[in-house]
């Protein structure tokens, strides 16, 4: 079921590099911004701004960045006006692509990724032209999981538990999201990542060659500090 999130591999790296660090601060501050902007500044009533706060100090984002995006998104301090678009396409292999972007500017961004899927042999697709392929689900990443806590994660709304790459992903609809979450939380389980991502519904299998072109194509919009996730059918 796993999709391919941008911010679960951000977690999981270590020793990132400062020039790349900067890169990813930047993405953050962008997601702490426009959640700030959209649901106010209080990350107890404003839970889309809780998960992006979640997200800033899981990458060690120092508390002043954080505290100045917010601020941003507020209005308190100025800053630019941050809009959410969503790009569909093919990649590699007919591989399919869902990037969100975070971006002050709606122009420069489309013509990247644009660039980014023709580069490597796809394509930018119009509205709705990949999306029913996807499900939207909340995705909550940890460790592992007592057994005799998976009922009661059941009971809160998690639709399946599954192990992947040495840890448990649990997933759940968007509106039971949160009950999972704070579930975990109030069991002092670690939660390595929580968010809402598009899940295929069907994998795609690629050759070792075909990986190799979408690995490119990733990097390129991993390197994109307008490109917030990505999500695509491919296996693994």
Excluded at 176 to 187: F, P, T, W
Aim: a negative charge; aromatic letters at 6%.
């Amino acid at each position: 079921m796993s999709g391919h999130s941008k911010w679960s591999q951000i977690h999981r790296q270590k020793g990132v590099a400062d020039a790349k660090r900067g890169a990813i601060f930047t993405k953050l501050g962008k997601n702490l911004s426009l959640a700030a902007k959209l649901g106010g500044g209080d990350p107890v009533s404003n839970f889309r701004l809780r998960l992006a706060i979640d997200q800033a100090r899981a990458a060690n984002m120092p508390k002043d960045n954080i505290d100045r995006a917010i601020k941003r998104g507020t209005g308190e301090i100025g800053g630019g006006t941050i809009e959410s678009i969503t790009y569909e396409g093919f990649g590699p292999a007919g591989v399919t692509l869902i990037i969100e972007c975070l971006t002050d500017n709606r122009n420069r961004t489309a013509a990247n990724i644009k660039h980014y899927l023709t580069k490597y042999g796809g394509s930018l697709g119009g509205p709705g032209s990949v999306s029913w392929q996807f499900e939207q689900k909340g995705v909550v990443r940890v460790k592992n999981v007592p057994d005799n806590l998976e009922l009661q994660i059941i009971d809160a709304g998690a639709s399946d538990i599954t192990p992947e790459d040495g840890g448990i992903t649990i997933y759940t609809a968007v509106a039971a999201l949160r009950s999972v979450k704070e579930l975990l939380d109030g069991q002092h389980i670690p939660i390595e990542y929580a968010e809402i991502e598009q899940v295929a519904k069907e994998q795609k299998t690629l050759t070792n060659e075909e990986r190799t072109t979408l690995d490119k194509l990733s990097a390129d919009l991993e390197n994109d500090e307008d490109v917030h996730n990505y999500y695509t059918n491919a296996t693994g």
